[in-house]
């Protein structure tokens, strides 16, 4: 049973940048295949980015690529996403999830993962 705590979240102007963090704790972290997630208001949670356990393959949804990078540090049993270039609608709660089992292309679904953070607010002002 995984436990997953985002931070890093807030309010920052167009343009700007923030970094969010996940920690996890409750199983071996190499172990999960761990993603980003989003959801604003009255819209569907959607796929943002995703790495693979071994942090060698990353992948992201067309209207972040180039602007958001999603890392980790197994050492650490954190994964980040960095995101840059911020725009209005990136506003959302983002939220980290962990899979033990689910590999690329389940890993862009939310259906994919066994484990889910309470998320963090990200507002974008114009």
């Known amino acids: 049973q995984a436990q997953l705590v985002e931070s890093g979240g807030g309010l920052v102007q167009t343009g700007g940048s923030l970094r969010l963090s996940c920690a996890a704790s409750?199983?071996?972290?190499?172990?999960?295949?761990m993603g980003w997630f989003r959801q604003a208001p009255g819209k569907e949670r959607e796929f943002v980015a995703a790495i693979s356990r071994s942090d060698a393959d990353t992948y992201y949804a067309d209207s972040v690529k180039g602007r958001f990078t999603i890392s980790r540090d197994n050492a650490k049993n954190t994964v980040y996403l960095r995101l840059n270039s911020l725009k209005p609608e990136d506003t959302a709660v983002y939220y980290c999830?962990?899979?033990?089992?689910?590999?690329?292309?389940?890993?862009?679904?939310?259906?994919?993962?066994?484990?889910w953070g309470q998320g963090t607010q990200v507002t974008v002002s114009s």
């Open positions: 409750g199983g071996p972290f190499s172990t999960f295949a």
């Open positions: 999830a962990a899979t033990l089992g689910s590999e690329y292309p389940v890993l862009l679904r939310t259906w994919g993962y066994d484990y």
